[in-house]
């Protein structure tokens, strides 16, 4: 059963996704922008939304969102909620 919940994490988020800290890098470079535009507001949100949803890394490598798993969803990381918030920033 060893290593039985990571490999059922989707092979297309293994490879070339960003890191917590690369998402976080660009929301704050939109926000940077948004300041410009006159609505930082809903950046902002968005920021303190993927803060939340920062994901936790066991010694074994295994990375999970413990917000998602107070839900009571598998909470691997990246969790449904990163998951969107990437692929609407791609
Ligand atoms: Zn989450």
């Known amino acids: 059963m060893k290593g039985f919940i990571k490999d059922e994490i ?10 917590h ?15 410009y535009n006159g609505d930082p507001q809903s950046m902002q949100a ?3 939304v993927v803060e ?5 890394t066991t010694p074994n490598n295994f990375s999970y969102c413990p917000e998602c ?3 009571h969803a598998r909470g691997v990381y990246p969790c449904p ?9 791609s």
């Open 52 to 56: 939340l949803h920062k994901p936790i």
């Open 10 to 19: 989707p092979s297309r988020w293994d490879e070339n996704r960003m890191t």
């Open 81 to 89: 909620t990163i998951q969107a918030i990437e692929k609407e920033l």
């Open 46 to 48: 968005l920021r303190a």
């Open 21 to 35: 800290d690369e998402l976080l890098i660009e929301i704050n470079r939109r926000l940077d922008v948004s300041y």
């Open 69 to 71: 798993q107070y839900g």
